[in-house]
């Protein structure tokens, strides 16, 4: 289960990331950490903004409510979010999930 932490400011927690993949898209959880896999190299800070511009959009939050706290040459971050609860978080992931193994299973 993705450990979320949650402040005055919002919430935190980690993202494991996976650059240059086919798509953006949620793939599940990894070790305590939600697994995003992007389309875009590490290269020029292109992979954190669109790590954050997915994540804004996947939570529905505005792309300045959405902060890397941690991690920004490594593949784990810590993510800051603004103005999203603990149940979007978890849904987004295991909509995702599901969503994957769906197609993994056809």
Do not use: Y
């Not at 790590?51 to 902060?67: E, G, H, I, T």
């Amino acid at each position: 289960m993705i450990e979320i932490r949650e402040s005055q400011g919002g919430l935190s927690f980690l993202v494991r990331v996976q650059p240059r993949a086919s798509r953006n898209e949620i793939d599940g959880e990894w070790q305590g950490a939600l697994r995003v896999r992007l389309n875009v190299p590490p290269v020029e800070g292109r992979a954190n903004e669109a790590l954050r511009r997915f994540l804004a959009d996947c939570l529905n939050v505005p792309l300045a409510a959405v902060k890397i706290a941690a991690g920004q040459r490594g593949r784990l971050k810590r993510i800051e979010v603004r103005g999203a609860k603990v149940e979007q978080i978890r849904a987004v992931a295991s909509s995702h999930a599901k969503n994957h193994m769906t197609t993994i299973g056809n």
